[in-house]
C-alpha cells in the first residue's frame, strides 16, 4: 500500500490569521511573518514546522522548528533558502531524524536582515525518501 503525504502551510502576519491550504502556497508575505506548517503522512497529521521572524519570549527570531507528532516511522524536517534567487540551496535545516516522536527540535536560528525574503518547505523524510511542500516565500 502507498502511502501519500499533504502538506499544508499558513501565515499569521501582524496579528491577522490567514487560513491554511492545501500544497501551493507561494509568493510574498509582509514583515515579521511567523508560518506555521503542517505534513500529514498517510492521511494524518505526521508533524509540523514553523518559522519565527522576531524574537518572542523564549522563541528566538528569523529561526525554524520541526515537530514530529506521530509515531509512523516518518521524520520531519523544515528546509530554509535564504534570499533565495532560482535553484533551491538549502542555509538552515530543523530536523527531527534520529529522534522517537513525539519531538521538536531545537530552534535553527541566525540574524538575517530584516526584509529578506526567506523561501520555507516541510519534508516528511525517512532514510533517502523525502516529500516536500512546494515552496513557501516570507520576510525575515
Same mark, same amino acid.
Given at each position: 500500500?502507498?502511502?501519500?503525504?499533504?502538506?499544508?502551510?499558513?501565515?499569521?502576519?501582524?496579528?491577522?490569521?490567514?487560513?491554511?491550504?492545501?500544497?501551493?502556497?507561494?509568493?510574498? +508575505?509582509?514583515?515579521?511573518?511567523?508560518?506555521?506548517?503542517?505534513?500529514?503522512?498517510?492521511?494524518?497529521? +505526521?508533524?509540523?514546522?514553523?518559522?519565527?521572524?522576531d524574537?518572542?519570549?523564549?522563541?528566538?527570531?528569523d529561526?525554524?522548528?520541526?515537530?514530529?507528532?506521530?509515531?509512523?516511522?516518518?521524520?520531519?524536517?523544515v528546509?530554509?533558502?535564504?534570499?533565495?534567487?532560482?535553484?533551491?540551496?538549502?542555509?538552515?535545516?530543523?530536523?527531527?531524524?534520529?529522534?522517537?516522536?513525539?519531538?521538536?527540535?531545537?530552534?535553527?536560528?541566525?540574524?538575517?536582515?530584516? =526584509?529578506?525574503?526567506?523561501?520555507?518547505?516541510?519534508?516528511?523524510?525517512?532514510?533517502?525518501? =523525502?516529500?516536500?511542500?512546494?515552496?513557501?516565500?516570507?520576510? +525575515?
Amino acid at each position: 500500500m502507498k502511502r501519500t503525504m499533504k502538506l499544508t502551510a499558513k501565515a499569521v502576519t501582524a496579528g491577522a490569521a490567514a487560513v491554511g491550504m492545501m500544497v501551493g502556497f507561494s509568493g510574498q +508575505a509582509a514583515a515579521s511573518t511567523s508560518v506555521e506548517m503542517s505534513a500529514y503522512y498517510g492521511g494524518k497529521l +505526521a508533524g509540523s514546522g514553523y518559522f519565527n521572524a522576531d524574537p518572542s519570549g523564549s522563541v528566538p527570531g528569523d529561526a525554524i522548528r520541526a515537530c514530529d507528532l506521530s509515531a509512523d516511522g516518518v521524520g520531519i524536517e523544515v528546509r530554509m533558502d535564504i534570499n533565495p534567487s532560482g535553484a533551491w540551496r538549502t542555509d538552515r535545516v530543523a530536523s527531527t531524524r534520529g529522534h522517537n516522536s513525539p519531538y521538536c527540535s531545537p530552534w535553527k536560528s541566525g540574524n538575517i536582515a530584516e =526584509e529578506t525574503t526567506v523561501a520555507l518547505k516541510i519534508c516528511a523524510v525517512k532514510g533517502t525518501w =523525502e516529500d516536500c511542500s512546494p515552496v513557501r516565500y516570507t520576510k +525575515a
